[in-house]
């Protein structure tokens, strides 16, 4: 059972990489690398490791995806200035 749900974890990772890596949508990147840190997160609590599991979550899936989106929020509609 453990197998088939480690495989099922990391075909849903990898498929959100491709996403966050192929995507022509700066927001749909942000959004697969944030899924891509959560599942990373689970894999780390099924392989016994609590701590490193809530370490990735509120780090690498919470804050860096709101760090990522805050700054898209920041950036988003503004054009370049040539000087």
């Known amino acids: 059972m453990m197998t ?9 990772m990898l498929l959100a990489a491709l996403l966050a890596v192929h995507t022509k949508k700066i927001l749909s990147g942000v959004i697969a690398a944030g899924v891509v840190s959560l599942f990373v997160s689970i894999l780390f609590l099924l392989l016994g490791a609590p701590d490193v599991a809530m370490t990735e979550a509120a780090i690498g899936a919470g804050l860096s995806t709101v760090i990522f989106l805050l700054a898209l929020s920041r950036t988003a509609g503004k054009d370049a200035t040539d000087d």
């Open 4 to 12: 088939v749900l480690f495989i099922v974890i990391s075909v849903v």
